[in-house]
């Protein structure tokens, strides 16, 4: 960490940084430009949360040296991270490319059963779908809730998929724990430490959702909280971004997928469909997406989107992932480039 | 909500939408334009979520001219709503202005009485502080739990302050329900929609914070939320929103202040410490807010900021505090202008 | 164009909005629906501009219809434009992609001489580089001026392949006209007015760059612009915006590029160099970009990227470019998907 | 400048960006910790652009220490600016508040003359108009042009207050010199680096806008381009910055004029109109620019907002400056606090 002190600094102001450094137990060290001097801190490890010192006077800024993440990063941990989903579906390193599909919410076992044989078809490998629903109105329909969960268990199982659903609130984990093979933690709850905290403790794989305006640092982060809990089976999962630009539903940052797989050791899946949030967008994107050398995709597939509870807007049907299935066949195979 | 066609829509698609419109159950109307038409729907009843639409062929796009929210809206209900938040204190309409204050965290007891102390005898109204922190980083303190609810509590009473404090998960409820005067729900928790409806359910005022992404649509929808599950006494807080400017920790939002004093009935408070990141500016921006038309604000003090477990960058010490109190006191009579 | 009225507007606020528009020569009608009414004006050709009527009494908001263009729009254009640069390199619809490559700067004959050759022989089809500089800082270097444009012009002769330099102001376009084959617009200039309208004029192909923080609609329209002065050889260039994401340069922003092939005919490229930042993120995007369906790519090559005067950082050197046309053969002929 | 290297970067690398920094010149020290070396140039006066260096194998990444900037910088020039804008009108410092006041564009001699006499008897200072208009789509009013500025001499003279007009393109400039009192630089030209050159060059005051999408810092060294080329009579206006929120205009930055203020020596005014464009929020945010330090306002009036060219929506009509400038009386003489 660097204390950057004003070109007209005292000794005096100076003096009552190192001062108070020295309380704080942090071995310090004067770097003397041409114009100003900075206070080096030398001996730490990792991230330091010093920010009180810029109410001292004298101080200009401070500027952070370590990233605050450690368990994540491929720096300190260069192998790449596989995780294993179940029904021997594995994602990560140079494996060939995951698909998860399904719909946004379980609205019934046979809408289920359709889409799964369907998405078994046509090569998809994991099948996902929502039991609790998280909604900006509370007008909306709020999801199946547990019976979601038991359709979920046993539709997997009869084709062989592994199951991927979103944890909303900690209560539910015990049950997700036994009916799921794989937590999503979804954008909302990317900084529900506690949550990060008790599925860090969890022996199933966590996808995680980045957070509509997390930083990249900051989604690190997050699932350094899952790793320094003892659970190293996360995938990341780009989603869209909130920026100015409304023609689309997020704004996907494909920037991300190739930083992040220099940055970090864990795979990363990308969500083209909330990415955009328009189905005649999806196909593209999902094919950009593998092209950027993410290891997967999450995909939003319902037999009558415009009969969806939710989401229609942004849903494929079946015919949609069946031609998108077959015209992604040559990227899974080929290694994420880096 | 107006569904507008292409220009080169056929009748046959728009017959399909038509058709569509009426299994859903909404009596729809053509607009013929001179360029292209519109369907207009016509006797619903608040909100219509038909974005599957956009799906069919010939649909250009949607809009919609309902806004989602009924309860909050000022159109509705045209009356300020008053809360009380115990102890006399009440916020809203023309009233005087309020200000809560205190630690970002309780650290411990001494420096809690000294706080609230000082806080009393400069005027500052309600006393608050956290029990419970969500840290973006696991490496950082935690807060001090159900003991530092219980310091609140015994000071609150002392100084016969309105004591704030954050729900950080819903297992904390009952806890706050007996401790607290006024439920804050934190920014990351605007969207926690099972917390909100639980807090809808609570007979204590909710102090709301806008999600450091949330449009002020989506922030009055959260408070909707709240008021349709029968609990009306919300206080809206603006709390700075993430853009591209990195020079202050978020952009204080102060033209959100003045728009939603006009699209709601609710009482609006102004977090300028969260809103700019750094204690130098915050009494700037919050005799700004006051002179926008917030009913109050809401400002971090720590005896010794730069001691401070957490958030010393922008916390106040006691003598700002004191000298911001005395340069608002000729805001605090002015009625809130529209 | 929707005029919507608050749900208590009375009649005589209904009745002046209406006088208001029949003063401007609108034809309007009312739409009575069961909450509230609203007022339709039906017979314009194209968008209109009444943003003015927000401030009558009883209305609440207006409602956009029509795009603000037309000329650059599929909707009314559905066949695509193909740019001819110049040597027989055409840009556009289903032909094969198009890779501009060369320095952010002209530094001198020789570096581009080195530059020109290499990428003619790994299969770039044009030649880019940058004549007069904008630079943030006014300490940076601003570029060589006219000798560059001798310099460009006599390399893409001798190599066969168009140039392509940028417009920095106005007066500098009788030069460009000369020995330009593809005028660009920088990202700074998209909105400035005045060149678009004579570059419109002209009979050169234009190269625009999306501004920095330019909706893709601004964008469309600033095109719009060029093409309404006559002109209809555009290539609309998506180099990234700039979003609360700071560990890239900017956030290529890829759904615009799937999104704009939709709303319009005009060749679209991409230039992963600004879009990033980094260069060793450069070719991943690269692939990304064509796998969503660009039409070609701008990209900068320095011969050696850690003494270039300016975007060193994001420049792919001679061996980088080499190895990233070999990779991206197969995309070449892949007709863009839609 | 500090270069973070990797924490496993071998001596090798170290040894190859030292040579390259000895190359260019800089004297450079390598800083130890426990965890990673950086490398700290040390004797360098004012801003390095160094990002070549991100190339280097083993590099991490790069801090900057100085800023950019340094003639607009309050740490190298601690008083306050004072701009004199003829007619006895001055802004700065302590100084009496100043409003400039008029229509977004010179529509006619009438219109003029008629808002002058207004304003003037109200008490606002100056007198904005435009003569030459930037228009986002094409098929809008462009503005009056030459004659505009003649009506604007006119009026200005008889009613004894500085012309504020905006510099569209370079060629405008002598005009602008020979009839306008304060030249302003528009939004989008923020960063027309040429423009900034020749402004630089005028005896002119000069009232910059802040780029919809540009940082503090950016602004600020946009403005050390003007002062660098001999000019130091630079008025800053924060005009609202684009972000995710679309239900104002724009989003008014109030952080950022405390924050300059700290910065920079120069006056800062704000632009409530463009800040908010939506005229019943034009008052409030006004008095809010006020009370956090602002020197002085740049409003939008319009006798008939109604029937304006352009703006209509967010011009203040001849009753509402009037009502505005009466209460804001008591915040002129209070000095601008810091």
Not at 134 to 158: C, I, N, W
Request: contains cysteine; charged residues 25%.
């Amino acid at each position: 960490m660097l204390i950057v002190m004003k070109h007209d600094a005292t000794e005096e102001q100076m003096g009552k940084v190192l001062a108070h450094l020295k309380t704080r137990g942090f071995q310090a060290e004067k770097l003397i430009g041409s114009e100003r001097t900075a206070i080096g801190i030398m001996g730490n490890r990792g991230f330091v949360d010093l920010d009180e010192v810029t109410r001292f006077e004298g101080v200009r800024e401070i500027l952070h040296v370590s990233k605050p993440y450690k368990l994540v990063s491929r720096e300190w941990r260069p192998d790449p991270t596989i995780v294993d989903m179940g029904f021997g579906v594995k994602i990560g390193g140079d494996l060939p490319r995951v698909v998860i599909g399904g719909p946004c919410c379980v609205e019934n076992e046979e809408m289920l059963i359709e889409t799964a044989r369907e998405l078994k078809k046509v090569g998809v490998h994991a099948l996902r779908g929502g039991a609790f629903k998280p909604r900006t109105s509370p007008y909306s329909f709020q999801g199946l809730g547990v019976p979601a969960l038991h359709m979920l268990r046993k539709v997997g199982d009869e084709y062989q998929m592994p199951i991927v659903t979103e944890l909303l609130h900690i209560h539910q984990l015990d049950a997700l724990n036994q009916y799921a093979d794989v937590i999503q933690i979804g954008a909302r709850n990317m900084q529900n430490f506690e949550m990060l905290v008790e599925v860090g403790k969890s022996k199933k794989p966590v996808l995680l959702k980045r957070g509509m305006s997390a930083t990249v640092e900051e989604f690190l982060l997050a699932a350094e909280y899952i790793l320094s809990n003892g659970n190293s089976k996360v995938i990341l999962c780009e989603r869209g971004i909130r920026t100015f630009e409304t023609s689309t539903r997020n704004t996907l940052d494909l920037n991300s997928v190739a930083l992040m797989n220099d940055l970090s050791h864990l795979p990363i899946l990308v969500d083209p469909s909330h990415g955009t949030g328009v189905a005649r967008l999806v196909a593209r994107l999902a094919k950009g997406s593998l092209a950027v050398g993410a290891h997967g995709l999450m995909i939003e597939v319902h037999p009558n989107p415009s009969k969806a509870f939710s989401d229609g807007a942004q849903s494929l049907d079946l015919s949609q992932i069946r031609q998108l299935m077959s015209e992604m066949k040559t990227q899974f195979q080929t290694p994420s480039s880096k």
